[in-house]
């Protein structure tokens, strides 16, 4: 915690600094409310970078939540925990068509133990 406070302070600080007030084309200026105290940081990103939903408030260190317009972005939190899904890992492993071969494999091994059984039935 006290590790991403002082990364989250150092970041914001070098964005806002130098560059308040001005505007770069090349830059886009994100708002975060804070849930907790109301505060609100501005802050720059790179406009073809994805600013992310939400940043340490500066105020009181809860975290602040991207504004969209006038309204905070909805975070979906089952997806931050679902981010590298079993499948993901999988298929850096194996390429699809490895992935075909083995289910071809799997299914075949299936389809004759099921035979199997219908004889035994
Ligand atoms: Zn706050």
């Known amino acids: 915690m006290a590790d991403r406070s002082l990364r989250g302070m150092r970041l914001g600080a070098q964005s806002l600094q ?3 007030g001005v505007i770069f084309s090349e830059r886009a200026r994100s708002l ?3 849930p907790e105290c109301n ?6 990103f790179a406009a073809d970078a994805e600013a992310p939903e939400t940043w340490e408030c500066r105020h009181c260190g809860a975290e602040a ?10 975070i979906d939190r089952s997806d931050q925990k679902q981010a590298r899904t079993h499948w993901d ?7 699809r068509d490895e992935l075909e071969e083995l289910l071809e ?6 389809r004759a133990r099921r035979g199997q ?3 035994g039935a």
């Open 18 to 20: 130098s560059e308040d």
């Open 32 to 34: 975060y409310l804070c």
């Open 39 to 44: 505060h609100e940081s501005a802050l720059m």
């Open 65 to 74: 939540v991207l504004m969209v317009g006038s309204e905070p972005v909805v």
């Open 89 to 95: 890992m999988l298929l850096e492993r194996r390429s």
């Open 105 to 110: 494999e799997r299914l075949a091994f299936l």
């Open 117 to 119: 059984h219908k004889v």
